[in-house]
């Protein structure tokens, strides 16, 4: 019988990319992925290092893999073991840029434990870690990713010291992956990396390096829909919006990585922009995607956050306009500039900025559903419902509930009248051909 193994994931749309890739080399292997981790032999954790709450999470996920598999052989990797390799609880631990020698050490450790008899290595070692194409067995959007690394120092950011630097990955292998996934069937492929504008960075390229990826992207049969990860304002130039217009499958949803509201607290987190060319950002793309979604990350109660400040990013974020905001509250990571900064933010006033931005999100959220019934919208179905309706998500990013008296398929696109809000979701049923 074939070893099992039981995945789980923290942070970020690359993590989850990586787990499906460390996945697929797994399979290669023999594995057998589980659903129950008391099955599992192998139990691989995917930790995150982006805030402290993150690392935290990361070391409560490994010491409780120990408890809930006793038998399983413990594996914690990513980016919180990238700079902390003493894990307790974990019996192999690698980081982002030794991720190669999983394979190895864990055939290693089973032959120790004497369940299994070989210890072949894997080759490795390449600038990008490539792990060749990737299978998404459940979902219908495949994730890509395009770049590691970042180069910008934001003061709260662990990632550089974490991921190190800005590699990209080549473009044969990003097209070639496409190529396969569209030939299994996928039809919307999210191109996510660390900093994705830094595509081609080492190379000296600007940020339309980007843009020309995206032209071959979309030059591919059976690429219907591509959707960007997390991009940073700064790089959103009216050359690369022009690009992005001129490219039919590009979806109308961009998450445009905004933090505070305020400027001072932006240089104050070493961001590359302010709130002047996000606003333009926000209008370029406003007026290139008409019914555009905008979504973003915001931080609340970075250290020397005024009240006032606090307000500004309030204001801000409702005069953009976001279709849903992620808020977090400020958790300081050791290791990165802000961890020492002065002005610490109670934990109280922390939370009450929170919920307060977090109302403004939802606020918005629902007023961006209510733009929607009596409007048609294309979407990609997913899954179908324990009450036989699916579920899905249309073009701008908004889940929606579709009804219809006909069979439908998991990861086919469906045209859907939209009928009715419900909480932050849509409903409709498929128009009629
Ligand atoms: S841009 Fe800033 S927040 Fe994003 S990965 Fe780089 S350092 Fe971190």
């Known amino acids: 019988m074939a070893y099992q193994v039981y995945f789980q994931t923290l942070g970020c749309k690359v993590n989850s990319y990586e787990t499906a890739a460390i996945a697929k080399l797994l399979a290669e292997e023999g594995f057998e992925e589980t659903r129950s981790c008391e099955d599992a032999d192998v139990y691989v954790i995917n930790t995150c290092a982006v805030t402290g709450e993150a690392d935290r999470k990361s070391r409560q996920m490994i010491r409780r893999a120990k408890r809930l598999a006793p038998h399983a052989i413990v594996v914690a990797m990513g980016c919180h073991t990238q700079m902390c390799r003493d894990e307790e609880g974990a019996d192999i631990v690698v980081g982002t840029d030794d991720r190669p020698a999983l394979i190895p050490l864990l055939k290693e450790k089973m032959k120790l434990l004497d369940r299994a008899d070989s210890t072949e290595d894997l080759d490795a070692g390449t600038r990008f870690f490539e792990y060749g194409s990737v299978n998404y067995q459940e979902n219908t959007r495949a994730i890509v990713k395009i770049e590691d690394g970042c180069n910008n120092f934001c003061t709260y950011c662990i990632i550089p010291y974490s991921r190190g630097r800005v590699r990209s990955r080549s473009r044969e292998a990003i097209l070639s992956e496409i190529r396969d996934m569209a030939g299994k069937g996928y039809r919307e492929f999210v191109i996510t990396g660390i900093h994705l504008c830094s595509f081609e960075k080492e190379l000296g390229r600007d940020s339309m390096a980007l843009g020309e990826l995206l032209e071959e992207v979309a030059s591919i049969d059976g690429v219907e829909r591509i959707r960007l990860g997390s991009l940073e304002p700064s790089c959103m130039t009216p050359e690369l919006i022009g690009v992005l217009k001129g490219i039919p499958q590009i979806c109308p949803h961009f998450h445009l990585s905004l933090q505070s509201g305020s400027d001072t607290v932006l240089k104050r987190m070493n961001r590359k922009y302010d709130t002047d060319l996000f606003r333009r950002v926000a209008a370029d793309l406003r007026s290139a995607f008409p019914n555009v979604s905008l979504t973003t990350d915001m931080i609340c109660g970075f250290p020397g956050e005024t009240d006032a400040e606090h307000q500004e990013s309030c204001a801000f974020a409702e005069e953009i306009g976001f279709t849903h905001i992620h808020v ?40 961006r559903a209510e733009e929607f019934p009596g409007k048609k919208a294309e979407v990609l179905l997913e899954r179908r419902l324990e009450d036989g309706t699916w579920e899905g998500y249309c073009r701008e990013y908004i889940r929606v509930i579709v009804s219809s008296d006909r069979e439908l398929q998991a990861g086919s696109i469906v045209e859907v009248n939209i009928r009715e809000v419900r909480g932050f979701s849509i409903a409709g049923t498929v128009a009629s051909c």
């Open 328 to 367: 977090f509250p400020f958790s300081p990571r050791e290791g990165t500039r802000a961890w020492d900064m002065e002005g610490k933010i109670d934990g109280a006033v922390k939370a009450e900025r929170t919920a307060e931005l977090r109302g403004i999100s939802d606020k918005m959220e629902s007023a």
